[in-house]
């Protein structure tokens, strides 16, 4: 490999003053947005390049919104107008000049699809492949007995047809056009001057006479009428010619529509006939018959159309679940959620009830007490099942029903109850009230569709099959598994002539899935439960496929939540996308990421006002070297995080949850000892999260507050009442609205706030603590409503956010200003960083306490008045973790942090542990998620899960110290801890010094 081009290697300047564009290098001149500090930077093309330093020096800003937002910007800025307003366009960063950009793409963790029609497969686009296969080398068969479906001769329709009882009414309708937008103009002048009288059109009789207009902008299905019959005898001569008639005309199809029979008939015999026409109605469920030159079972009728792609589409109505409309399942009230709490008496059992004005819901629920026999005050539990069942889902039987006479005059009436599920059912649909929504969806479910079990699709596309599979027998195994029943497809000759390049496609695709380390994924899962590293990956999979050259590629942090075990599959794709002609800017924390690196840039020293500026640049040995570079300095040794001498025995308590069966958890029995650092670990998708956060932190809700039902997967958890509160710090936002901060979110704003208030000029003025509140009338400025800017909308570039012009953007009026604490406004003070606002109110202890915390936790250079949304996913759950820190501690608390060290440098990992061991100390339980092996070393105990992912996961490998899991044999953890350990032997002491 080629030395990476250096700025000493080329010419400073051109013969015109300005410098020369390499064509082996992209060069940064004067780049200040954000924090950086108008910095010079060349980078060599076609090279794996990561960029890394502490968490907030300035890399995402150089890397994406400077590099990658330029980039983005040309592109865009080369199209029309007209094109332009459809592109949501990124604004020019601050930036003198990128020279040598290529056309760049963003892989970053913030696309994940919260559409619930989005599936690994979808997004892949491997189901798409998979419907053309299925499509057009599938083989159709019976729904009902699972017939192979063979031919039907106009012989075969005629007597189907003549099976019908006797004056039956039918017509015989030839489908021409089916789901296409269109005026079809000159198809109905065509089929008129064939001699056609009538067509129906979406369901409408229409005479081809009249002028038909159709709109052009929705899709239609279009019908010949060829002709109008009675079932009696001497039909079969005109049936057969206008079946033929018909096949010839619709390409092999014809529909039988019956007709209803509801006029009255003179003649007994008449109305005899008819009465058995319309019983075979009823008792056949069926108003129409079709039939196929090509597809019909012989025994039950079953007929499918011509097979095509769209059949196996559970977004289009020709192929989804008519029940569910595609999406496998159905928004549904849950019992147990109706009722989290049988304990409860039945007046208050009932929860959305119970929160309301309930004089109403009281009288209605005596009234069903008084018909079934029991008393409103018994508990729910005591309840028979019967009697639970009528007040969840009503009574068939009318009953008599009191009312609330505030809202009626009459005492009551007799009617049959609707039951309490139906009637939330009801309130919930016909409610135009987004609040109230809000409310009613903490009772709802998602429940597998009874019609298709979930799997989205229609009867008739599960009933085609492909050798031995039907599509779904490939989206519903792991992609490892489907890999295997593709290469085991067993193909007729012509099956495998069609199927060849298709099946070419999709295992390729399937196998960069493999490579990414995604193997344990399915098809069919939902995108929207996909994490941000696992989303990442499936982009990053899509790209290779997608085979570019010459592009740029900006990745964030593409091994977050990967297993180590994988990381080496993970940087094997990526110089493969390199290999191919690509320049890949990878952000990244990761050792073996960094050491695989083709040019590495640190960026630093510090973070926010501390950082911004190159550190080092170069090879890993110019990074070892750096003196200013903390990455360099962990990575060289002179900084390590050392392991503790000896582990903690904890309290003696543990938590213990018996038979764990969620997802691919296999039945299994986990003891989380208490008063301890915990780190649960394993291989990606090996049940980690859903032992902690789908069984673990519902149980203790349902302990602690009633308000969530025990999870049904676990029979019974041990050891709850060693603990008085679980607190969950995940990475989701701390606010969705930049009116949310770190400053309101910690609480130490209405600290500040009571401060203000108790200056005396504003005591002299009489202003209370909400006078210094940007959210309410009052102190702030109301020309922009307290936010400091104004919004300018504009058509096709970005919208322009506009000082506001009566502020300044100092947020609040002038007399709300003139009260200075310290010669601070309390504009002064959000703008402030934690560490200049922790100087300002140090003997202020309520106040000192909270902003040390969040310097603890390495958010010394964030603003106060930062807004929420501009927080990373590292930060936010750093400052919900500084928030849980400043509370007083009871000492019987358990902290649940799902992987804390995601966008964490080996500095605020550091930092992160120390904090983490603090909480521990103070009496307190940690369970941590996590792959990052220095906090997987530090911890006290660690339950290992696997031994793979997916299906061939959810048992424990192996529960002890971590030198336990070192030693044991099957264990990956355990592979990679043994290797760390031998590097940072426990010591005595940890006299690593943390400064900047």
Known sequence: MSKPAKFSDLPATSPNGHHPVSLNSIRIRGARQHNLKNIDLELPRDRLIVFTGVSGSGKSSLAFDTIFAEGQRRYVESLSAYARQFLGQLD???????????????????????????????????????????????????????????????????????????????????????????????????LASEGFVRVRIDGEILELSDAIELDKNHAHTIEIVIDRLIVKPGLQERLADSLTTCLRHSGGVAVIEILDHTEARSGTALKAAEKSANSYLKNHHTHQLVFSENFACPEHGAVMEELSPRLFSFNSPYGACPACHGLGHLRTFAAELVVPDPSQPV?????????????????????????????????????????????????????????????????????????????????????SSELQKQKMEQYLIDQACEVCQGQRLKPEALSVRLGQCRITDLTEVSIRDCVHRINQLKLSDRQAQIADLVLREIRARLQFLVDVGLDYLTLSRSASTLSGGEAQRIRLATQIGAGLTGVLYVLDEPSIGLHQRDNGRLLKTLTKLRDLGNTLIVVEHDEETIRAADWLVDIGPGAGVHGGEIVAAGDLENLLKAEKSLTGAYLSGRKQIQTPPERRGGNGRSLILKNARQNNLKHIDVELPLGKLVCITGVSGSGKSTLINELLYPSLQHHFSRKVPFPKQLDKIEGLDALDKAIVIDQSPIGRTPRSNPATYTGVFDIIRAIFAETIEAKARGYKPGQFSFNVKGGRCEACGGQGVNVIEMNFLPDVYVQCEVCKGARYNRETLQVKYKGYSIADVLNMTVEEALEVFKNIPRAATRLQTLLDVGLGYIHLGQPAPTLSGGEAQRVKLASELSKRATGKTLYLIDEPTTG??????????????????????????????????????????????????????????PEDVADHPSSYTGMYLKQVLKEHPPAIADDVDLGN
Request: proline share 6%; aromatic share 8%.
């Open 904 to 961: 964490l440098s080996f500095y605020d990992v550091h930092q992160l542990l120390n904090v983490l061991q603090r909480l521990v100390d103070k009496g307190n339980s940690i369970i941590v998620i996590e792959h990052n092996l220095d906090v997987i070393r530090c911890a006290d105990w660690v339950v290992d899960l696997g031994p793979e992912g997916g299906d061939r996961g959810g048992e424990v490998i192996v529960a002890g110290t």
């Open 92 to 190: 020019k960063p601050d930036v003198d000049a990128i020279e040598g950009l290529s056309p760049a793409i963003s892989i970053d963790q913030k696309s994940t699809s919260h559409n619930p029609r989005s599936t690994v497969g979808t997004v892949t686009e491997i189901y798409d492949y998979l419907r053309l296969l299925f499509g057009r080398a599938g083989e159709p068969h019976c729904p009902i007995c699972d017939r192979s479906i063979a031919p039907q001769t106009v012989d075969e329709m005629c007597d189907r047809v003549l099976e019908l009882p006797d004056r039956t009414k039918f017509l015989i309708l030839a489908p021409v056009v089916r789901g296409k937008k269109g005026t079809h103009r000159k198809l109905l002048s065509s």
């Open 347 to 431: 007046y208050s059992a009932i929860a959305p009830w119970s929160d309301r004005d309930n004089s109403y819901y009281l009288s209605l629920l005596h009234s069903v007490a008084q018909a079934f026999g029991f008393d409103i005050a018994t508990p729910w539990k005591k309840l028979t099942p019967k009697q639970q069942h009528i007040l969840l889902y009503g009574s068939e039987e009318a009953i008599w029903i009191e009312t609330d006479s505030r809202y009626r005059e009459s005492r009551g009436y007799h009617r049959p109850y609707i039951g309490a599920i139906p009637m939330l059912q009801r309130q919930y649909n016909d409610t």
